[in-house]
């Protein structure tokens, strides 16, 4: 401890002096650097192939504008474009219409069971629509149906088919009932958010009823009706699994099924493949950067599952035919198909009836043991959702954390790269994904990584937004604090930040893991018979006619999702990090699902 | 422990200048107050200080230690440099203890020092008691004296504290500031304290640095801050001040509106510059119009009429309108006192008044 002397060092020195430690740590380097490559192989490369390929032809290999050309020429291809329009423009349609009047019962009025209706309209989110589809089939398929067996024990056996799912309209009714959860969802968290006293405001004005929804709470949730339209849009446009099942063998195409049909010709032409995707990813960018001039930044909508006290709007004696009808999207969206699922599935041989003799559990013990295949194909959903999830959320999260805390120069454009997949439909990632792994230097073909890999880029934009939410909550002095008492940024990362997260990170998992297991678009062109999924081979083993086996498989994947949703609340509150010493302290908030809208 | 040295700080936000070049010595050991108005740049100033941002220009130096330039800087965690944070920044989910001692397990001490570090530190801040709580289960003062106890358990070179009482209430605050003197006068850090209060500069530090838009005031002791102010912004922004704006009139005179009144002028400047004449309130001595035989020599002397008064107990305050848009106030003797209408003459002593410049 010397008195500091007052001339200031040496001024030539000083003016090119650098502080002693200023160099860029190789810690930094080396996370910044993985991160940037995975970012890299996961998104950037396979699109850029997509790209690549869509400009070459199939059969010599050079450079071309030709499959553009021929998209735009051929009927034949033409043809799907405008189903797929009018698959999209049906189903946002339905989505909107039951979807808004719903969830301003369910949230406004006193409607009996609210949460019954709620929890059973989740339970319709979960469901992967290819599942409702196949349960579909066993109801109204023209012939075997049993709604249409019904009829025609009703009206006649001469009489014609009541329904045939197989059809545009039956592909429309299920993509609609099954994206309903989503328009549902997005308007009633609205509804939920917006401050009731607004309302109260405009009726201690005299406003009536009437005029109070008319004039304060539709303008309100204009923003959420329209945001969900452009979502349902895009789900129309861009499900393979409906209308692989439903409209593929009555031969109507559209988009995503032509691109199926383009891997399975000989040979296949794949570089058409990948010019066909652009159409389809032109409309959902397009639809994406609309949502968000609506949306802004608030594109993630919370869960909670709660409906907000508060006043509400008596229906009078229109509450119990107002049940009825909310009761209809749970009817057959959930029960109806679930029942045909479930009771195939416990029939030893369907084609000979119900009965008791005829019930077993057989076809279970087949899945699960009897059979290497299936039994292969739940090890491999269970294993590489998790891997997906958990790298989708290590990624998601580190990159959320660098844009964040803005680290680095440019730290915003690798939030950008972990947000593309979100316009980029499932399909198209798979042919990307295809495109870029299956030549060497990389080639992964029939590798368990590629799935992963596959999985964990689809779904990066949903753990990056995820990760952001929960890093805004916490601040930055929280971690500076940590740094001046002489924690490094990777220190300061792992037991500050990450413990601060806490539950959400668990959340944020689950956020990711469930969409990945019953995902089946994202598989289709990347499975080897060794690294079959569940999803996937539901989708292989609809043709081979073993329904029982194909419902067996749809009722565990349905009980796996469902128990997975069951538990990641309580299991993220578990893992929350106490706050509190005393048993009786206050209990941390209960952590918050949040699904993309 | 080192001493600080500043050398033409200047920090830039996009077209946004937050520092314009600013000097600042700070002695080994000694505490100085970084105070200003709100905005005015010193949490800025605290977080180039902790490594937390580049500078755009100049060089932050700690003994012969070059800590931050425009062409790099000492990440924080090298710099030996404690930062206590305006809202705490305690850890909610660590306890008291493990908030404390987290700086020393990051240096991975023996277990044994840590604990002995530990406890002597929490008994530095009394909170040996409350070593298990979370801080959920803490008052607002007691998570203060956690993230102080955080701060000085690692044994800082220097300790940084940015309105470290600003959320607390009027009672705890005089307690705190108190206690952080006393930890101060302990330890014998080098200690860097923000505040926009200036009651607790005054109070607390040896030395004080005035800031206003990202210009230093002044640097000096508490007392010539007080009594010898730089600038006419230091004058009013430190105690109660009368400031009276008028041109100078040559060394020590100013012309204000149309008197032309003397003190000694510390402006430095020229012939009809702008420049106040400023003067404590209570400085000033108020006397009735019918009033005669005062003692006006070697004082300034103005007349005005009392706009109004309010008793305070210990004196009264007085404002007086001079005319032209120009009032002054007077601390009296509550003893006398002055209708509000009434004519008045006020009597400014020549020592007490000083002519001053605008602010830098
Ligand atoms: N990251 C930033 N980007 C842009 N401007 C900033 C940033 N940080 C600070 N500023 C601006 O710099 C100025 C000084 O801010 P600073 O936080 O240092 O003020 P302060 O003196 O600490 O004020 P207070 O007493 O209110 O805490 C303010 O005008 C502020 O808006
Ligand atoms: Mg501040």
């Given at each position: 401890?010397?008195?500091?002397?007052?001339?200031?060092?040496?001024?030539?020195?000083?003016?090119?002096?650098?502080?002693?430690?200023?160099?860029?740590?190789?810690?930094?380097?080396?996370?910044?650097?993985?991160?940037?490559?995975?970012?890299?192989?996961?998104?950037?490369?396979?699109?850029?192939?997509?790209?690549?390929?869509?400009?070459?032809?199939?059969?010599?290999?050079?450079?071309?504008?030709?499959?553009?050309?021929?998209?735009?020429?051929?009927?034949?291809?033409?043809?799907?474009?405008?189903?797929s329009l009018?698959l999209a423009v049906a189903t946002a349609v339905i989505a909107v219409?039951?979807g808004?009047?719903?969830?301003?019962?369910?949230?406004?009025?006193?409607?009996?069971?609210?949460?019954?209706?709620?929890?059973?309209?989740?339970?319709a989110f979960?469901t992967p629509s290819f599942?409702g589809?196949?349960?579909?089939?066993?109801?109204?398929?023209?012939?075997?149906?049993?709604?249409?067996?019904?009829?025609?024990?009703?009206?006649?056996?001469?009489?014609?088919?009541?329904?045939?799912?197989?059809?545009?309209?039956?592909a429309i009714?299920i993509c609609g009932i099954y994206t309903v959860p989503y328009s549902f969802t997005m308007?009633?968290?609205?509804?939920?958010?917006?401050?009731?006293?607004?309302?109260?405001?405009?009726?201690?004005?005299?406003?009536?009823?009437?005029?109070?929804?008319?004039?304060?709470?539709?303008?309100?949730?204009?923003?959420?009706?329209?945001a969900s339209f452009i979502l349902s849009f895009i789900q129309g446009l861009t499900l393979f699994g409906v209308p692989?099942?439903?409209?593929?063998?009555?031969?109507?195409?559209v988009v995503t099924?032509?691109?199926?049909?383009?891997?399975?010709?000989?040979?296949?032409?794949?570089?058409?493949?990948?010019?066909?995707?652009?159409?389809l990813?032109?409309v959902t960018?397009?639809l994406f950067?609309?949502r968000?001039?609506?949306?802004?930044?608030?594109?993630?909508?919370?869960?909670?599952?709660?409906?907000?006290?508060?006043?509400?709007?008596?229906?009078?004696?229109?509450?119990?035919?107002?049940?009825?009808?909310?009761?209809?999207?749970?009817?057959?969206?959930?029960?109806?198909?679930?029942?045909?699922?479930?009771?195939?599935?416990?029939?030893?041989?369907?084609?000979?009836?119900?009965?008791?003799?005829?019930?077993?559990?057989?076809?279970?013990?087949?899945?699960?043991?009897?059979?290497?295949?299936?039994?292969?194909?739940?090890?491999?959903?269970?294993?590489?959702?998790?891997?997906?999830?958990?790298?989708?959320?290590?990624?998601?999260?580190?990159?959320?954390?660098?844009?964040?805390?803005?680290?680095?120069?440019?730290?915003?454009?690798?939030?950008?790269?972990?947000?593309?997949?979100i316009i980029?439909p499932g399909i198209?990632?798979?042919?990307?994904?295809?495109?870029?792994?299956?030549?060497?230097?990389?080639?992964?073909?029939?590798?368990?990584?590629?799935?992963?890999?596959?999985?964990?880029?689809?779904?990066?934009?949903?753990?990056?937004?995820?990760?952001?939410?929960?890093?805004?909550?916490?601040?930055?002095?929280?971690?500076?604090?940590?740094?001046?008492?002489?924690?490094?940024?990777?220190?300061?990362?792992?037991?500050?930040?990450?413990?601060?997260?806490?539950?959400?990170?668990?959340?944020?998992?689950?956020?990711?893991?469930?969409p990945?297991?019953?995902?089946?678009s994202?598989?289709?062109?990347?499975?080897?018979?060794?690294?079959?999924?569940?999803?996937?081979?539901?989708?292989?083993?609809?043709?081979?006619?073993?329904?029982?086996?194909?419902?067996?498989?749809?009722?565990?994947?349905?009980?796996?999702?469902?128990?997975?949703?069951?538990?990641?609340?309580?299991?993220?509150?578990?893992?929350?990090?106490?706050?509190?010493?005393?048993?009786?302290?206050?209990?941390?908030?209960?952590?918050?699902?949040?699904l993309p809208t | 422990?080192?001493?600080?040295?500043?050398?033409?700080?200047?920090?830039?936000?996009?077209?946004?200048?937050?520092?314009?070049?600013?000097?600042?010595?700070?002695?080994?050991?000694?505490?100085?107050?970084?105070?200003?108005?709100?905005?005015?740049?010193?949490?800025?100033?605290?977080?180039?200080?902790?490594?937390?941002?580049?500078?755009?220009?100049?060089?932050?130096?700690?003994?012969?230690?070059?800590?931050?330039?425009?062409?790099?800087?000492?990440?924080?965690?090298?710099?030996?440099?404690?930062?206590?944070?305006?809202?705490?920044?305690?850890?909610?989910?660590?306890?008291?203890?493990?908030?404390?001692?987290?700086?020393?397990?990051?240096?991975?001490?023996?277990?044994?020092?840590?604990?002995?570090?530990?406890?002597?530190?929490?008994?530095?801040?009394?909170?040996?008691?409350?070593?298990?709580?979370?801080?959920?289960?803490?008052?607002?003062?007691?998570?203060?004296?956690?993230?102080?106890?955080?701060?000085?358990?690692?044994?800082?070179?220097?300790?940084?504290?940015?309105?470290?009482?600003?959320?607390?209430?009027?009672?705890?605050?005089?307690?705190?500031?108190?206690?952080?003197?006393?930890?101060?006068?302990?330890?014998?850090?080098?200690?860097?304290?923000?505040?926009?209060?200036?009651?607790?500069?005054?109070?607390?530090?040896?030395?004080?640095?005035?800031?206003?838009?990202?210009?230093?005031?002044?640097?000096?002791?508490?007392?010539?801050?007080?009594?010898?102010?730089?600038?006419?912004?230091?004058?009013?922004?430190?105690?109660?001040?009368?400031?009276?704006?008028?041109?100078?009139?040559?060394?020590?005179?100013?012309?204000?509106?149309?008197?032309?009144?003397?003190?000694?002028?510390?402006?430095?400047?020229?012939?009809?510059?702008?420049?106040?004449?400023?003067?404590?309130?209570?400085?000033?001595?108020?006397?009735?119009?019918?009033?005669?035989?005062?003692?006006?020599?070697?004082?300034?002397?103005?007349?005005?009429?009392?706009?109004?008064?309010?008793?305070?107990?210990?004196?009264?305050?007085?404002?007086?309108?001079?005319?032209?848009?120009?009032?002054?106030?007077?601390?009296?003797?509550?003893?006398?006192?002055?209708?509000?209408?009434?004519?008045?003459?006020?009597?400014?002593?020549?020592?007490?008044?000083?002519?001053?410049?605008?602010?830098?």
């Amino acid at each position: 401890m010397g008195v500091i002397s007052t001339d200031s060092p040496d001024s030539a020195a000083a003016a090119t002096a650098r502080p002693a430690m200023a160099r860029v740590p190789l810690a930094r380097t080396l996370v910044f650097g993985a991160v940037a490559l995975l970012l890299f192989l996961l998104v950037v490369l396979p699109f850029g192939w997509v790209l690549n390929n869509s400009v070459h032809d199939d059969l010599t290999g050079a450079w071309t504008l030709g499959n553009y050309a021929r998209i735009f020429q051929s009927a034949d291809l033409l043809e799907p474009l405008f189903n797929s329009l009018l698959l999209a423009v049906a189903t946002a349609v339905i989505a909107v219409g039951i979807g808004v009047p719903l969830a301003w019962l369910v949230s406004r009025t006193d409607l009996p069971f609210r949460r019954t209706i709620r929890v059973l309209t989740l339970t319709a989110f979960v469901t992967p629509s290819f599942i409702g589809a196949t349960g579909w089939i066993l109801l109204a398929a023209p012939n075997s149906g049993w709604l249409n067996a019904l009829w025609r024990s009703l009206a006649g056996t001469e009489a014609g088919p009541l329904l045939n799912i197989y059809s545009m309209t039956g592909a429309i009714f299920i993509c609609g009932i099954y994206t309903v959860p989503y328009s549902f969802t997005m308007v009633s968290s609205a509804l939920d958010e917006m401050a009731v006293e607004l309302e109260d405001a405009a009726a201690t004005l005299g406003s009536g009823t009437l005029r109070t929804m008319l004039s304060i709470t539709i303008p309100l949730v204009t923003p959420a009706v329209i945001a969900s339209f452009i979502l349902s849009f895009i789900q129309g446009l861009t499900l393979f699994g409906v209308p692989a099942f439903l409209l593929t063998p009555t031969g109507i195409p559209v988009v995503t099924t032509k691109l199926a049909e383009f891997y399975q010709l000989f040979p296949p032409e794949i570089f058409l493949a990948a010019a066909y995707c652009m159409p389809l990813l032109l409309v959902t960018a397009m639809l994406f950067w609309m949502r968000r001039r609506i949306l802004g930044r608030k594109q993630f909508v919370t869960i909670s599952g709660k409906s907000r006290a508060g006043r509400r709007i008596a229906l009078g004696a229109a509450r119990w035919p107002a049940f009825g009808a909310a009761l209809l999207l749970p009817l057959v969206s959930v029960f109806l198909p679930y029942a045909a699922l479930l009771l195939v599935s416990l029939t030893r041989a369907w084609g000979q009836g119900l009965s008791w003799e005829n019930l077993s559990l057989y076809w279970y013990w087949w899945a699960l043991f009897g059979n290497s295949e299936t039994h292969t194909a739940i090890v491999n959903s269970l294993l590489f959702s998790t891997l997906a999830a958990t790298l989708c959320v290590m990624l998601g999260t580190v990159v959320a954390y660098i844009v964040e805390r803005r680290m680095v120069f440019g730290a915003s454009l690798f939030g950008a790269v972990a947000t593309v997949p979100i316009i980029i439909p499932g399909i198209v990632m798979s042919v990307g994904f295809f495109a870029a792994y299956t030549r060497a230097p990389l080639n992964l073909y029939g590798t368990p990584l590629l799935l992963v890999a596959a999985f964990a880029a689809t779904f990066l934009p949903i753990a990056y937004a995820h990760g952001g939410s929960i890093l805004k909550g916490i601040g930055p002095e929280l971690e500076r604090a940590a740094r001046s008492l002489g924690a490094g940024e990777g220190r300061t990362f792992l037991s500050i930040t990450i413990p601060l997260m806490g539950g959400g990170l668990l959340s944020g998992w689950f956020l990711v893991f469930i969409p990945i297991i019953r995902e089946l678009s994202v598989a289709v062109f990347l499975i080897t018979p060794k690294t079959n999924v569940m999803t996937t081979l539901i989708y292989n083993a609809k043709d081979g006619g073993n329904y029982e086996a194909v419902c067996a498989m749809s009722v565990l994947l349905l009980l796996i999702t469902l128990a997975l949703v069951a538990a990641a609340g309580p299991l993220t509150r578990l893992t929350t990090v106490r706050r509190t010493s005393r048993k009786t302290g206050r209990k941390s908030a209960p952590a918050e699902g949040v699904l993309p809208t | 422990m080192s001493g600080i040295r500043i050398k033409n700080l200047r920090k830039s936000f996009g077209a946004y200048t937050a520092l314009h070049g600013i000097d600042l010595q700070v002695p080994n050991g000694t505490l100085l107050a970084l105070l200003g108005p709100s905005g005015c740049g010193k949490s800025t100033t605290l977080q180039l200080l902790a490594g937390f941002e580049a500078p755009t220009e100049g060089e932050i130096w700690a003994d012969d230690v070059l800590l931050s330039s425009a062409r790099g800087v000492l990440p924080p965690e090298k710099r030996g440099i404690s930062l206590v944070f305006q809202n705490y920044a305690v850890w909610p989910h660590k306890t008291v203890a493990e908030n404390v001692a987290f700086g020393l397990a990051i240096r991975r001490l023996p277990k044994a020092e840590i604990a002995e570090r530990l406890d002597r530190t929490l008994r530095t801040v009394r909170l040996e008691a409350l070593r298990d709580r979370y801080p959920s289960e803490l008052s607002g003062g007691q998570q203060q004296r956690v993230a102080l106890a955080r701060a000085l358990a690692v044994e800082p070179r220097i300790l940084l504290l940015d309105e470290p009482l600003s959320n607390l209430d009027a009672h705890l605050r005089e307690e705190m500031r108190f206690e952080i003197r006393q930890v101060h006068d302990l330890l014998g850090l080098t200690t860097v304290y923000v505040t926009h209060d200036q009651s607790e500069a005054l109070v607390t530090a040896d030395r004080i640095a005035v800031m206003k838009s990202g210009h230093l005031q002044q640097l000096g002791s508490p007392e010539d801050i007080f009594e010898r102010p730089s600038n006419a912004f230091v004058a009013t922004f430190i105690g109660a001040n009368n400031e009276l704006a008028g041109t100078s009139e040559g060394n020590g005179a100013i012309r204000v509106g149309g008197h032309v009144l003397t003190a000694p002028d510390r402006s430095g400047a020229a012939h009809g510059g702008t420049v106040s004449l400023c003067v404590r309130p209570s400085q000033v001595r108020l006397f009735g119009a019918e009033e005669t035989g005062l003692p006006a020599e070697g004082c300034n002397v103005l007349s005005g009429t009392v706009q109004r008064s309010a008793y305070l107990g210990e004196y009264r305050d007085v404002l007086v309108d001079l005319g032209g848009g120009r009032t002054l106030r007077a601390f009296i003797p509550p003893a006398q006192s002055f209708a509000p209408g009434s004519v008045v003459t006020a009597l400014l002593p020549i020592g007490s008044c000083q002519i001053l410049g605008p602010a830098a």
